[in-house]
């Protein structure tokens, strides 16, 4: 059995996202943003929920719980019922459509915090409990993707630059971003082209993976790996596809 063989699942399948502990498969086919359960038997997976939606980004919380979907509006869903949790901050009358495209949410390996870029204005974290916003994070890009490291305390963004998040483990009151290091080697094409944004961080916590694509929908994308100890930009990696990861 295979992914687009699931109940509900149409052959054009834009995103994935399967949770870190393997329970939850979410996934945008540009309609419709869906939840699946993934048990050992991957034939008797099951459909959770789906809600007509525009989410080309989804993110699926590490412990199953949780959808995050963004674009026009960002969302943030209950696998249980699909119900929506809280609700995010509309956006800004005055952006611009390349502000809406290159929004994303993404998770923190602890499943508290969910953030991503936000509206062409840096970046926010937001309480993935109830979607309230808890800090602002300003980056050197304008559209910058992030990830959060392995303990959930530190956030690298694809400008490259890294932060340290002043908060108390488990505290959902709002705080602040520190700054680790900023950007030595910028991302090659930062300042000369839109581009759709992507970064990762590598299990051992020291290699990021950053890119940009100009196109959402075809190959082209240019990536480099960074040292995620000081920012030092090592090598281009020879990967043209979207969301690189470790």
């Not at 949770?19 to 498969?25: K, Q």
């Not at 696998?79 to 390349?98: D, H």
Request: charged share 20%; net charge negative.
């Amino acid at each position: 059995m295979t992914v687009d063989e699931l109940d509900g699942a149409s052959g054009d399948i834009m995103t994935l996202a399967l949770s870190g502990n393997g329970s939850t498969l979410g996934m945008y086919d540009g309609r419709t943003a869906m939840a699946w359960h993934i048990p050992a038997n991957f034939s008797d997976s099951k459909t959770l929920w789906y809600a007509r939606t525009d989410a080309f980004q989804i993110d699926v919380s590490p412990d199953g719980t949780k959808v995050a979907g963004s674009w026009d509006y960002r969302h943030l869903w209950d696998t249980r019922n699909g119900s929506e949790i809280g609700s995010f901050p509309v956006p800004p009358g005055n952006i611009s459509q390349l502000d809406v495209l290159y929004t994303q949410l993404r998770f923190s390996p602890d499943s508290t915090l969910v953030g991503g870029s936000d509206y062409g204005k840096g970046a926010s974290i937001f309480s993935a409990a109830d979607a309230s916003p808890l800090c602002r994070i300003e980056s050197g890009d304008r559209w910058p993707a992030i990830v959060f490291s392995k303990d959930s305390q530190e956030v690298f963004t694809s400008t490259p630059e890294r932060f340290r998040l002043n908060r108390k483990t488990g505290s959902l009151e709002p705080f602040a971003a520190l700054p680790v290091w900023k950007p030595q080697e910028p991302f090659p094409d930062i300042k000369q082209l839109p581009a759709f944004r992507w970064v990762d961080l590598s299990p051992d916590g020291q290699s990021l993976i950053v890119s940009g694509c100009v196109s959402l929908r075809q190959l082209g994308c240019t990536t480099w790996l960074y040292s995620a100890g000081d920012g030092k930009k090592l090598m281009q990696l020879p990967l043209r596809g979207h969301n690189p990861r470790f």
